[in-house]
């Protein structure tokens, strides 16, 4: 477990942190269970919803349409409720903020007819049916992302040759968007991210939160009492890494253990070179093979970009070519399996989004 501390860099770079309240008694360790909701068109509180629709009718979770922000594209706002189309304002998609990116309700504004917003069939009593979802964990009143998943293409739910200008949809087609948004599974109301970086971003806020938990309660740091505060205050938050049910007390990977059998976020430094068709980070520690035997780790990070590549990977593979030029070494954190190849760990990196790099510094 990566705990706080260790490795001495000055950070800056690609891995934005969240900036949160420091006074410990004001940070909360909470899980936030929404009201009523269908599927994925989650009403946390009052005229609030995690999922939205822009102009050109794509249908997304408002944390897919902020990873589009990050990723340098547009979103294409204004955003409408998929279902009645009434008109949304959009919270922590173009700036950041400590809430969750989700949508609102302008003031004085309601969803049309026997729309509320949300997904699922309609019962008779008007209502939708609710269904048992995922509760948001949330420390210090921001909210932390609970799964690392696949980029999905958008889901449509206007007709072929509706492009939203005509009439607002009357109530059988409200039912018909909801039951198409309800059936697709790739969509979810818990925060969800493709990006590395934005786990990490979390991380890092919930191991400061762990810190002030255990000094708050008067242990001191490094003792066994402070370690099991510590501990248990990360494994009480869970993150699905693309279908492993973990924690972000057991995620998370440093050079202190055997690398796992399984996919884990491993962290590192070591100088940026390029060989090939990849950059290689060699890092600056040896790890663990078994109790009393210690190996080289190697960071191997692809540096061709597949087609229609998003621009946050392009400039991210422009960074590291000016890195690798520069000789500059940095810390790293990145998503995979390490493996063993010849007497030493591998941990092959084919995309940028399992990658997020931080401190950047010149030898």
Known sequence: ??????????????????????????????????????????????GLSSLGMNIHGDVRSASEFKQIVDDGGRPYGPYRCPFCEV?????????????????????????RGSCN??????????????????????????????????????????????????????????ARRRRIVASDRTISSRYTTSQLQAIISAYKKLKSHAYEVAIAAGLTKG?????????????????????????????????????????????????????????IVEDEDSWPKSKTEHVHFSLKIARLLVPDAPTSHQRALEELE???????????????LAVLRDERFELLIDSFDHICWTGIYKR
């Open 1 to 46: 477990m990566d705990r706080p501390g260790g490795r001495g860099f000055k950070f800056s770079g690609r891995c934005p942190i969240l900036h949160i309240r420091r006074n410990a008694s004001v940070l909360s360790n909470k899980r936030v269970a929404p009201p009523r909701t269908g599927h994925p068109g989650m009403q946390s509180e009052a």
């Open 87 to 111: 008109r949304y304002e959009e919270r922590c998609i173009v700036t950041d903020c400590v809430r969750a990116p989700h949508f609102k309700l302008p003031k004085n504004t309601s969803h």
């Open 117 to 174: 917003g949300e997904a699922g069939e309609v019962v008779p009593s008007g209502k939708t049916e609710p269904s048992i979802e995922p509760k948001r964990t949330v420390v210090g009143e921001i909210e932390l992302p609970e799964a690392l998943v696949n980029r999905r293409k958008a889901t449509k739910v206007r007709g072929p040759e509706d492009d939203g200008s005509g009439p607002p949809p009357d109530d059988a087609e409200v």
């Open 223 to 279: 003792t066994k009492q402070y370690n099991e505060s510590f501990g248990k205050t990360l494994d009480a938050r869970p993150l699905d890494l693309y279908g492993q049910k973990l924690t972000y007390g057991n995620a998370f990977q440093g050079s202190k253990l055997i690398p796992n059998r399984k996919e884990r976020v491993y962290n590192g430094s070591g100088l940026v070179r390029a060989n090939g068709d990849h950059f």
């Open 322 to 336: 000016r890195h690798a030029a520069a000789g500059r070494s940095m810390r790293w954190h990145a998503y995979g």
